[in-house]
């Protein structure tokens, strides 16, 4: 009669770890692409006017902002409480929009396509967006946006 061996206690293999760093680079390509990060760091404050004519903007490669408003709470014991231009991260007069839109122009492929979004404060003066508005025409920066909300 054949008698059973008793079979040796094996030990478990090793993991194999050698997919494991593909799989970590394609989850942080994955949220590389996904995740947006703000560019400006805002320093007016502005409530979006509301509208009802609206389109939304396609390509927004094309797209440069022009902010408009009361400064932040953080910064109104340096700058005041009047209506300020921000241009990036900084504060700007009218006459410098023509030197950020040949600048913001430089830096796309399809200069043609060039367009300027004003995201203004509800209580914006007019005479502050019209000075902005010809500023613009002078630099040939004739694609106008007015940022707004959907109105009920």
């Known amino acids: 009669m054949a008698g ?8 478990m293999p090793e993991m194999n770890t050698s997919s494991l ?32 004519e609206l389109e939304k903007l396609t390509k927004k490669s094309t797209v440069s902002f022009i902010y408009v408003g009361p400064p932040t709470d953080a910064l109104r014991a340096q700058m005041g409480s ?9 504060y700007a007069e009218p006459r410098e929009v023509m030197d950020f839109v040949a600048q913001e122009r430089q830096g796309m492929t399809n200069q043609a396509e060039q367009t300027i979004s004003i995201k ?3 209580h914006t003066q007019m005479g502050i ?20 909300t959907r109105r009920n």
């Open 4 to 11: 059973f061996k008793k079979k040796e206690s094996r030990e």
């Open 21 to 52: 760093p593909d799989l970590i680079f394609t989850i942080l390509f994955f949220f590389m692409i996904v995740t947006t990060m703000r560019e400006v760091t805002l320093k007016v404050k502005f409530t979006v006017p509301a509208g009802t």
């Open 82 to 90: 009047g209506t300020r231009i921000q241009l990036n991260d900084r």
């Open 120 to 122: 203004a404060d509800t």
């Open 129 to 148: 967006i019209t000075d902005i508005k010809e500023v613009l025409r002078k630099s040939w920066a004739l694609r106008i946006n007015y940022s707004a």
